[in-house]
């Protein structure tokens, strides 16, 4: 397994109030494996995606990243975790825009251990024809594309995407989401995401449906639908 989590509980407290956004999850995803995560807002989607990534530790529970314990490591194992291993893409682009679209790419190259060449990342997304445009002059789905782009070049183990189409409407949204399935199909990188955008359903293997901190259903696709 990539991931393995057991009785993973998240609660913050805020002065008397305590809000529980994790309530003993478990959770399994195999190696390759495109997993969605739905659920209403506040049904700790963020937080679950967060804890995978090495960004927020739960309250109680194990979570394991193949051998590597992601509850007791320190913040440096987990800064290695997420630059070495983890690709994120959030609903805002955060791209540069005085670099061009390639350029964008390339910079995050450089620092990876095994790189991932940036004009094959930028093609499996779509955007071969981009490459010396700069981000303003991009449509939102497009630099979203470059994002989705820029996270495979470093060749990650697991790609987690928080909301990738948020900001945008249904049919550009869809592209997007079809540029992230086909990373996970050609490259087999492990992809969980959070989205609202009902096009994922078919294309996904499976479809964790969040409630109240847990996990509250459970589809699988026996036959994914081709990103194409
Ligand atoms: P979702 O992604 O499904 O919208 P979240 O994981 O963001 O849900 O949030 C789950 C619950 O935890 C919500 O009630 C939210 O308000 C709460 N929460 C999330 N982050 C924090 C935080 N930093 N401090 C306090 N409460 C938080
Ligand atoms: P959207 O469909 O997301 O609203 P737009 O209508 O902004 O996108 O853009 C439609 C197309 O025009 C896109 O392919 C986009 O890249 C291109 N485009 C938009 N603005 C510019 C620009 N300033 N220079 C070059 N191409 C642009």
Redesign the pocket.
């Known amino acids: 397994m990539v991931f393995h989590a057991r009785g993973l509980s998240k609660t913050?407290v805020?002065g008397e109030v305590e809000?529980h956004?994790l309530r003993d999850i478990d959770l399994d995803i195999r190696e390759g494996e495109f997993v969605v995560l739905l659920?209403?807002?506040?049904?700790?989607?963020?937080?679950?995606l967060n804890i995978l990534g090495g960004l927020d530790a739960p309250t109680s529970g194990e979570a394991r990243w193949r051998d590597h314990d992601l509850v007791n490591a320190g913040e440096a194992e987990l800064t290695r975790y997420r630059r070495e291993h983890v690709g994120f893409v959030f609903q805002f682009y955060n791209l540069i825009p005085s670099l061009t679209v390639l350029e964008n790419v390339e910079l995050v190259q450089e620092i990876a251990e095994k790189p991932f060449d940036p004009r094959a990342a930028l093609a499996l997304v779509g955007l071969t024809e981009r490459l010396d445009h700069f981000p303003s002059q991009l449509s939102g789905g497009e630099q979203q594309r470059v994002a989705v782009a820029r996270a495979i070049a470093k060749s990650p183990d697991v790609l987690l995407c928080d909301e990738p189409t948020g900001a945008l409407d249904y049919d550009t949204g869809k592209l997007v989401l079809a540029a992230i399935a086909r990373v996970n199909e050609q490259l087999g990188t492990t992809t969980v995401i959070?989205t609202h955008n009902a096009a994922i359903a078919g294309m996904a293997d499976r479809v964790l449906k969040?409630g109240g901190?847990r996990i509250v259903g459970e589809e699988r696709n026996e036959c994914r639908l081709s990103p194409e």
């Open positions: 913050y805020m809000v956004a659920g209403p807002s506040g049904s700790g989607k963020s937080t679950l959070i969040l901190g």
